[in-house]
């Protein structure tokens, strides 16, 4: 499988995009159909049925050049069609056709914009009179002798040749003879050249055109030599019909400042731009509510990276500006071309990944989000470079423009003193600032929403992975072997990873292999250790990668914003030939070969079918169809894919073998050519290629070792984890992935989304088909339900078809613009402009007109509902003020109610007050009263004095004062502890609460580890089912082999059903196990007992894992024992039987330890406490309530 990503076995979404390509083609052939409409119907609207063709004398085949007397002759006649028979048939396979529509020219066509270039211009036969069409057979005649060769040598016209040196040149014929010409170039030499050879040019005025097929000859030095005149003037971008053609400057062209935006959306500029692509492609997607695509495709270093570039530039204009999500959107690009592009030897920024980029827009045509779609990263270029090239930009932009203090925790140097940046000599790019583009980059990191935080884990990777290419080996004995240098590398490596430099070390220069209950150590050799470590700084770089692709689309994520309306910007690395190619190369150009099939199905094949099937007047058009080369990819079970991942599965196949397989199965392909050794050859659609097989079967496996992806478990770094976690998901859920691949394919198949083309090379055959073919298509019903109401007559049929033509007719659309067909209208390029404009100019009318009327029933119906509104709200303010004098009435009289009550009720309690006092007061005279008397009486028996009958009286009196006086403190010390009852009661409840919330916090706890304890042991039990298995199936395949060893044979049966009632004894069934209880409230003691008995079975998890892990190696390395037949030291069977042995003494062992584990968590978790707490609680709930 072709992946580069992560997980070697999951399908890319490259693959995916192409095999939908791919079924689209399939689904897109022309079918029977019937017509939705009647053949031709006749109507009055309908123009009269008339065969356009070319002249029977206009044919050029070859040498051979038919003449109007050689078509005149019947036999002459029959003798072209059975020629035109055989050309047809024996035609090169890898020929296409496509229909165009066939014309004559026409003096008179009101289209033709200047006299002098007739030659060019196209028009239609009429059927009228005999005269009128003999001076139309002289008009043609005179003007089909342009494209005659024999014409432009006779009159000595501007012609192209080929020079000896391959390029073209321009001159004049000077003579001729029978085959050969001599022909007078522009620099005053004079050349003989084969009349074959020789090319008609375009007049003078024909020279800058900027839409190609305005030109009247196109052959390829015609072509050429308009974009190099138009490039000559800095003028980079022109058109062929619907496609937009960019050539690459190669330095700051000012046409791309906000006046051009301006211009483009106002519609002010009209020339080729690709603001004019996405403008249309914007206009397209708001006005038919269809998503849309550009497709950018070209050659590497033709500049598509720098077109996408200025394309989301402009849609971002338009959505909005450059603030917000619009901002975020433009800020990507910063970010994939720091992570994701590089300077090759042909492009200082090239992009080394293919992206897809949808950019999604809301109902009013703002931006409301966007996601971005890789594939394919070019990971060996972290490890390997060319001489000339550089890493990706972010590596050299790190050591360039971080901070100091980033510098001092990251431990960085220079570009050049590390081994991955310094192998190919190139550490700068003329005009470029890394510096600056790091600030750059912090700044769109920002802009995106990344943290702080995890900026620092990025770059602290990337400095992970450059100290990983500085870490260096040292030969130890005359095997090769090696061990690592503990030098500044290494260390810094291992701190930036998050592990100790010394299991770093072992993962570097060792391999563990697992030997029954040993683990083996094997040291590595120096190419291995190499391999390793490369290995690892790949997939940390390409994971980080694509993370940091995740954390940018949850930025830019839609959600509930999306709208349906979208445009989707692809741009995927062009077509590659190098000196050496190698496995990126091979996917390259493959990917590159499915996307020009799929550009030759949209604009040749499907043509030609819609054409065919909706019965348009047309001829055909050769074309290059690159078929043969995507079976010679594609085909299954003999294809270069398929012949790759067959090899890839077989342990000892090397590249050798790839290519002789290679050569033996594909050698009949026309466009595969085997080479010596482990080369050979493609011929793609942009020419050959040759391939080096040299590592295609490991970068295609692409693994990683066990040993690495314990190390990236192992690190403390977060990122590292996860990237490990992911390879662990993808590698479990391939099968599933692949499900859900062909599952977004078949989903992917069910859209359609109209394409536009921005081609930056390829152009010749691209303009020969839009100038011939029908670019715009409309149903009749589409096509009258848009534009009839642009027809002045009303007594028109009301039949779609007429309707369409009476509208073409109105407009004088000249016939040769339009074809009608079956079901759809056919439009040449600009017809559908013309008729845009008037409708929009009716429209405006029709909206004013409906404006006004609008206003007038407006201001009438507010006029209305001003007047009822007055009237109304007066009536209304009237009910109000009464209601609120009626309430005030109310309130008054129940305020004084109330007040007259409250004064009863004082004067009540004032007498009753009062009368107490007095009471109190009488009550202590009586009692003084009392005292006198009996003081008189012991006056009389102990003659008291005067002053103590005083100070009797002044006691009782001080009495009376007292208590009157303590009434209030009582009153208030009552209040008091009222408040303080109160609080208690308060915080009392408080401690309920908390006390219940414990309650609820223990509960959960508990119920947690019973299911965890529950889903331990079904794990248990199935890992435990699978050793047995893995077990019983070595046994069985060495019994098969020593058929001598019967008994042997059996026990494993025997030893099966033995362990599977053991395990169904070990797992807990629905009713019959106990739960494991932990204690609601624990005490101190039994918390640690808890704590103890967790950590045991954590251990039993751990060993279980190590002991399956090992059980699973050792099986295996008996059945590979077997299956090699080469074990001079070993005894498979005596083999088996040990490991029989070891493995039930383990089990016996094991069992024992689980089930006093068990039995110690039923210990720490006994009901007893827990019921005592809750009839504690119980008691504390009631009293509370």
């Not at 809301?362 to 779609?373: D, E, H, N, R």
């Not at 990236?712 to 662990?728: A, I, Y």
């Amino acid at each position: 499988m072709l992946s580069s990503t992560p997980s070697a076995i999951a399908r890319s979404s490259l693959e995916e995009m192409l095999e939908s390509l791919r079924r689209r083609g399939e689904e897109e052939k022309p079918k029977d159909l019937p017509p939705a409409l009647p053949a031709r119907p006749t109507s009055r609207a309908r123009l009269p049925s008339a065969r356009r063709s070319l002249p029977n004398n206009y044919r050029i085949g070859g040498d051979h050049v038919v003449t109007e007397s050689e078509c005149s002759s019947p036999n002459n006649f029959n003798a072209m069609e059975e020629s035109k028979k055989k050309d047809g048939d024996t035609g090169h396979k890898r020929k296409g056709n496509f229909g165009i529509k066939k014309m004559k020219q026409d003096m008179e066509s009101p289209y033709i914009a200047t006299p002098k270039v007739n030659a060019r211009e196209t028009s239609s036969e009429t059927s009228v009179s005999a005269s009128t069409v003999s001076v139309s057979a002289a008009k043609i005649r005179e003007l089909d002798c342009d494209d005659n060769i024999a014409y432009y040598i006779r009159k000595k016209l501007r012609v192209w040749c080929r020079q000896p040196g391959g390029q073209w040149g321009l001159g004049q014929i000077q003579s001729t003879s029978e085959e050969e010409a001599f022909v007078s170039l522009s620099n005053g030499d004079v050349m003989k050249v084969a009349r074959s050879e020789i090319l008609p040019a375009n007049p003078d005025i024909l020279e800058g055109v900027d839409d190609l097929i305005q030109l009247s000859y196109l052959n390829e030095p015609s072509v050429l030599h308009n974009l190099q005149f138009r490039y000559s003037q800095e003028i980079i971008y022109s058109k062929a019909g619907p496609i937009l053609i960019a050539l690459n400057p190669f330095k700051d062209v000012q046409i791309y400042g906000n006046d051009y935006v301006s211009g483009y959306r106002q519609k002010l500029i009209d020339s080729p731009h690709v603001f004019a692509m996405a403008d249309v492609a914007f206009n397209e997607m708001m006005r038919d509510e269809v998503n849309q695509s550009i497709i950018i495709s070209g050659e590497s270093g033709s500049g598509k990276t720098e077109t996408a570039k200025f394309a989301m530039q402009y849609l971002a204009a338009l959505g909005g500006g450059s603030c917000g999500i619009e901002n975020e959107v433009l800020q990507t690009n910063s970010i994939l071309e720091a992570f994701g592009n590089a300077k090759t030897s042909r492009n200082d920024n090239s992009s080394r990944f293919g992206k897809l980029i949808e950019i999604h827009f809301s109902i009013m045509g703002k931006i409301c989000g966007a996601k971005i779609q890789t594939f394919l990263l070019e990971k060996s270029r972290v490890v390997q470079l060319a001489s000339g090239e550089r890493s990706y930009h972010i590596f050299y932009q790190l050591c360039a423009g971080s901070s100091p203090d980033l510098k001092e925790r990251l431990n960085l140097k220079a570009a050049n003193e590390y081994k991955y940046l310094n192998q190919s000599d190139c550490m700068t790019i003329d005009g470029v600032d890394d510096a600056k583009r790091f600030n750059k980059l912090m700044k769109a990191l920002d802009v995106v929403r990344i943290c702080k935080e995890d900026q620092e884990l990025v770059f602290k990777m990337v400095a992970a992975v450059i100290w990983l290419g500085n870490i260096s080996f040292k030969v130890t004995d005359n095997d090769n072997h090696i061990e690592v240098v503990d030098d500044e590398a290494l260390n810094s490596a291992a701190r930036l990873m998050g592990c100790s430099s010394q299991e770093l070390k072992v993962t570097l220069s060792t391999r563990k292999i697992q030997a029954g209950k040993d683990t083996i150590a094997k040291r590595l050799t120096l190419w291995q250790a190499t391999d390793t470590r490369d290995g690892l700084a790949k997939f940390i770089y390409a994971s980080l990668f694509d993370w940091l692709i995740e954390q940018v689309n949850k930025s830019l994520a839609v959600g509930k914003r999306c709208t349906g309306r979208s445009i989707s910007i692809l741009d995927i690395y062009g077509f590659e030939s190098f000196q050496k190619n190698s496995f990126e190369q091979f996917c390259i150009n493959y990917a590159n070969e499915r996307l020009q099939q799929h550009f030759n199905r949209h604009l040749f094949k499907l043509e030609q079918d819609d054409y065919e099937l909706d019965g348009v007047d047309w001829t055909r058009v050769d074309f290059e169809d690159n078929q043969v080369c995507l079976d010679l990819f594609e085909k299954k079970p003999l294809g270069l894919i398929s012949l790759l991942d067959e090899e890839s599965n077989f342990p000892k196949a090397t590249d050798q073998t790839f290519a002789n397989k290679l050569r033996q199965h594909l050698k009949a392909n026309p466009c595969f050519k085997g080479e010596r050794g482990r080369a050979f050859r493609v011929c793609h659609y942009a020419g050959e290629v040759l391939y080096d097989t040299n590592g295609f079967l490991e970068k295609n496996r692409d693994p990683l070792p066990s040993d690495s992806i314990q190390l990236l478990s192992s690190c403390s770094c977060q990122l590292l984890q996860l990237f490990s976690k992911m390879l662990d998901q993808s590698q479990k859920q391939s099968n599933s992935s692949h499900i859900g691949a062909l599952g977004s394919q078949k989903q992917s198949d069910s859209e359609f989304c109209p394409e536009h083309y921005i081609m930056c090379c390829g152009v010749l055959e691209v303009v020969r088909i839009s100038r011939a073919g029908y670019p715009t298509r409309m149903t009749h019903q589409e096509f009258s339900r848009r534009y009839g109401f642009l027809l002045s007559e009303a007594n028109v049929t009301q039949d779609p078809l007429s309707i369409s033509v009476s509208v073409l007719q109105q407009f004088n659309v000249p016939p040769e613009m339009y074809q009608v067909g079956y079901t759809k209208l056919y439009l040449r390029t600009g017809q559908i402009g013309a008729l845009e404009d008037r409708r929009k100019f009716l429209m405006r009318g029709i909206l004013g007109i409906q404006m006004c009327f609008r206003a007038y029933l407006a201001r009438r119906i507010f006029g209305e509902l001003k007047n009822g509104a007055i009237t109304l709200q007066s009536f209304i303010r009237g009910e109000i003020v009464r209601k609120k004098y009626n309430a005030m009435v109310k309130s008054s009289v129940r305020i004084a109610s109330e007040k007259l009550k409250q004064t009863q009720a004082v004067t009540q309690l004032q007498s009753v007050i009062r009368g107490w006092l007095v009471r109190k007061r009488s009550s202590g005279m009586h009692r003084l009263k009392k005292d006198s008397k009996s003081a008189k009486y012991k006056r009389k028996s102990r003659s008291p004095t005067i002053q103590d009958d005083k100070k009797l009286f002044l006691v009782f009196q001080d009495v009376s004062n007292e208590d009157i006086q303590n009434l209030p403190l009582v009153l208030a010390e009552l209040q008091t502890r009222v408040l303080k009852a109160e609080a208690s009661l308060e915080q009392k409840e408080e401690e309920n609460i908390a006390l219940r919330e414990q309650l609820k916090q223990f509960e959960t706890r508990w119920i947690e580890y019973e299911m965890k304890m529950k889903a331990m042991e079904q794990m248990w039990q199935k890992q435990m089912a699978s050793l047995q298995m893995s077990l019983s199936a070595a046994r069985r395949s060495l019994s098969v082999e020593n058929s001598g060893v019967r008994h042997d044979a059996m026990s494993p049966r025997n030893y099966d059903s033995e362990d599977a009632a053991s395990m169904e004894s070990r797992t807990p069934s629905g009713t019959g196990s106990t739960p494991i209880k932990i204690p609601t409230n624990p005490e101190v003691g039994g918390g640690r007992e808890a704590n103890g008995t967790l950590d045991a079975v954590s251990n039993l998890m751990k060993e279980f894992e190590q002991r399956k892990q090992n059980f699973d190696d050792d099986a295996k390395a008996l059945l590979e024992v077997r299956s090699s037949g080469h074990s001079p030291n070993k005894n498979p069977n005596e083999e088996l039987r040990n490991l029989r042995h070891k493995f039930e003494g383990w089990k016996k062992e094991y069992k024992c330890r689980l089930r006093e584990a068990k039995a110690r968590l039923q210990r720490s978790g006994s009901p007893e406490p827990e019921i005592s707490c809750r009839k504690w609680w119980g008691k504390i709930s009631s009293r509370g309530l």
